[in-house]
């Protein structure tokens, strides 16, 4: 359940402000998206639409939280009449994003936000937080489901998250991207996640033999059964599981060197007639250690990928930022943008149009004609809340992985490798769009 005061103090010090301003009436136009990709990303896949969603519909201040706020001192000025604004407010504006699952490029919104200006600002703590988070492991979902090959991979790491739930929302952004599931329970029932686990080695050494562990551990699981053979021996557990005979699905390999190991159990487990079942290895697992065992022919059916996966170890952090881009006053509206160097931003809301081998950025009241002989483009942002209210329910988990697939087949090989370097999808600005940054520019320069 969100709460106003998983936010920002400066957010609030800002609403204050507004308040005692008089700028409450004013609707502000915000939008959120990253200004460069990360350190070896081609794309980022979006996620995290469904707990904004539920946030921005649940945003309110409890009495405990605004008496909590009434003893800070950053408001021992500010009059009563905020306090009763914030004990009634409500997000009654409209939120336009694009669906989860969809690659996007630097300065691309994920979403544009347009409410009164203390709806707005107050969520953008949250907003960056659940977009930044989920969309890295997402995308590094995809990249490990890519170097797999077809082969699936499992998420692994609550354990190594930064936070219980935080592991509770990798699973699920990494199924988006791609995973065929998680061992996270609390995100299977949440989100319609397939779950996955059998037993640790503390299982197997609870035991005084081997053997015993790997027997009442087919008692319990039957078919569903996973040995974990690397407690001791690899081989020697292998051959203790065949020799246990049906049922089993299959055997797990947590260290040694894969490379060698998982050929050497394939052959114990298909002599033993178990060619149907499965080889699944762990153990610090990334793309490029899965890159290389797939080009070493490791047979190997199934990859469990933990830490680096979520908390997306090499790329930890996506740069979002969430912008002002106009200001609607007494029906007039302002357009604004930021100058500075390294950080410009363009005025205006925007649409983000997707052809077959490009998108275009413009500005949301545009409508570009296609190319001779090209197919039409796709409207990127979608409505989602209008006037506070949903649009129309969310896609699952399952379909925003569907849509993640199909959206990620699309892009050009460049954009899919895990070496080339970036910028392989062109993002071009319309001219409207840059005749707006022109004459806004101009004129908050004067």
Same mark, same amino acid.
């Given at each position: 359940?969100?709460?106003? !005061? ?6 609030? &010090?800002?609403?204050? %402000? ?6 409450? =009436? ?47 001192? =950053?408001?021992? +000025? ?5 306090? @009763? ?6 997000? &009654? ?15 691309? /919104? ?7 200006? $203390? ?7 949250? !907003? ?5 988070? =989920? ?16 082969? %699936? ?41 397939? $779950? ?15 053997? @015993? ?11 569903? &059964? ?64 899965? +890159? ?23 790329? /930890? ?24 160097? @390294? ?7 925007? =649409? ?5 081998? +490009? ?5 949301? &009241? ?28 969310? /896609? ?29 999808? /062109? $993002? ?11 004459? $806004? ?6």
């Amino acid at each position: 359940m969100a709460t106003g !005061l998983l936010t920002d103090l400066y957010q609030l &010090t800002m609403a204050a %402000g507004y308040y005692e301003a008089g700028k409450t =009436q004013e609707r502000a136009t915000f939008e959120l998206f990253f200004r460069k990709l990360p350190a070896d990303r081609n794309f980022v896949v979006a996620a995290g639409l469904q707990q904004a969603v539920d946030y921005l519909l649940n945003l309110r201040f409890t009495s405990e939280e605004i008496s909590y706020l009434r003893t800070l001192p =950053q408001f021992a +000025h500010t009059s009563s009449g905020f306090f @009763d604004m914030l004990a009634g407010l409500r997000f &009654t504006g409209d939120l336009f994003a694009v669906p989860e699952g969809t690659p996007l490029f630097p300065n691309e /919104p994920f979403l544009t936000l347009r409410a009164p200006l $203390v709806e707005a600002q107050i969520p953008e703590t949250f !907003l960056l937080a659940t977009f930044g988070f =989920q969309s890295m492991i997402a995308t590094k979902a995809a990249r490990v489901v890519k170097a797999a090959l077809g082969r %699936g991979v499992v998420e692994f790491g609550t354990r190594r998250a930064h936070s219980p739930e935080a592991g509770v929302l990798a699973g699920r952004a990494a199924y988006i991207g791609g995973c065929e599931g998680t061992s996270n329970t609390e995100t299977g029932m949440r989100f319609g996640v397939p $779950v996955f686990g059998t037993c640790a080695h503390s299982w197997v050494m609870s035991f005084t033999h081997e053997r @015993d562990a790997f027997e009442q551990l087919q008692k319990l699981l039957g078919e569903n &059964t996973v040995y974990l053979i690397d407690t001791y021996d690899s081989l020697e557990g292998a051959r203790r599981a065949v020799s246990l005979g049906r049922p089993m699905w299959g055997v797990r390999l947590d260290s040694g060197n894969l490379v060698e190991l998982a050929p050497a159990v394939r052959k114990i487990l298909d002599d033993g007639g178990f060619r149907d079942a499965k080889i699944m290895a762990t153990g610090d697992l990334n793309e490029h250690k899965i +890159h290389e065992l797939i080009a070493a022919r490791a047979p190997i059916d199934l990859f469990g990928v933990g830490t680096e996966l979520a908390t997306s170890a090499d790329a /930890p952090y996506l740069g979002v930022v969430y912008k002002i881009v106009e200001l609607e006053v007494s029906g007039k509206k302002r357009y604004t943008l930021k100058l500075s160097e @390294d950080k410009r931003t363009l005025p205006g809301s925007k =649409q983000v149009f997707r052809y077959a081998d +490009h998108d275009l950025l413009a500005r949301s &009241t545009e409508c570009p004609s296609c190319p001779p002989g090209s197919l039409p483009s796709e409207a990127l942002l979608r409505p989602v809340i209008i006037g506070g209210r949903l649009v129309e329910e969310l /896609p699952t988990a399952s379909e925003a992985r569907q849509h993640a697939a199909e959206s990620i087949s699309k892009l050009p090989a460049p954009c899919l490798s895990l070496f080339e370097s970036k910028n392989a999808w /062109p $993002v071009e600005v319309s001219a409207e769009l840059e005749c707006l940054y022109e004459r $806004v520019s101009e004129g908050v320069a004067r």
